[in-house]
């Protein structure tokens, strides 16, 4: 089973002293596009007016910029450590025994703007890049990851994707059709049974459900599989739209 993971825009700063090596990175096909856009964000940040009008960055975020000119020499960490916010807070992953932190390694990706998908333990640097950006230079990010990032998942055949990114991440990379998979919305129930989707409780539940899959581990190779898992775990989840479970928070 691989998991996609959407990122946060709040980071964790500081880390190892080693610098981004793209050639570390899960999905080597993706090796061109990272290198294009990294070097583009690099140099949209000797422009600072320009950076913040591209980055839509307020007055109090000027220091981003500092942090995106530094991007290939600033330190690392693992990605999953380094995003903060409600979805990585519920995961906490700083918390988790080795175990549960290779199998993250193992069966979760991040889908993060400058770099793509990378590994839940792939060292990364701070930025600060949102999928909807265009960064001078370079076509809309839509138009440079969502063909490569398909055509990288298809090649690693995974059996099943569990897909709980944000639909602006889920265009930077649409799992192939040629993939198993199901997208997860969180929604909740409200009086006389109506179904809402939710916002900040949905970051929070799909945070707490890969922390339960990391701690558990379970062999899920389908849809019906995690539907069971989901079910013997204590989750409440139903069939959907059309490729999609419903994730009751």
Not at 52 to 81: C, F, H, W, Y
Not at 143 to 165: K, N, Q
Not at 169 to 176: F, Q, R
């Amino acid at each position: 089973m691989l998991i996609l993971l959407p990122p946060s825009e709040t980071k964790r700063a500081g880390g190892a002293r080693t610098p981004l090596d793209l050639a570390r990175l899960a999905l080597p096909q993706l090796s061109s596009q990272r290198s294009a856009v990294a070097d583009a964000l690099v140099a949209l940040s000797a422009d600072p007016v320009v950076a913040a009008r591209v980055l839509k960055l307020s007055a109090a975020q000027q220091g981003e910029i500092a942090v995106n000119a530094a991007l290939l020499a600033s330190p690392t960490m693992p990605a999953i450590d380094r995003y903060t916010g409600v979805l990585f807070d519920a995961l906490d992953a700083a918390s988790l025994d080795q175990a549960a932190r290779r199998w993250l390694g193992r069966h979760v990706l991040i889908h993060s703007a400058p770099f793509g998908p990378v590994g839940a333990l792939d060292p990364i640097p701070a930025y600060r890049l949102g999928a909807s950006a265009s960064l001078p230079g370079l076509p809309p990010l839509k138009r440079v990851w969502a063909d490569a990032v398909t055509s990288a998942i298809a090649t690693g055949a995974p059996r099943f994707v569990l897909d709980l990114r944000s639909e602006a991440y889920v265009a930077l990379g649409p799992v192939p059709a040629s993939v198993a998979s199901v997208y997860v919305r969180v929604v909740a129930e409200g009086e006389g049974g109506a179904v809402r989707a939710l916002n900040h409780f949905n970051k929070h539940a799909k945070g707490a459900l890969v922390r339960l899959l990391a701690t558990h581990r379970p062999r899920l190779g389908s849809r019906g599989g995690f539907v069971s898992w989901a079910d013997a775990a204590g989750l409440r989840v139903r069939e959907g739209d059309a490729g999609e479970i419903e994730l009751f928070a």
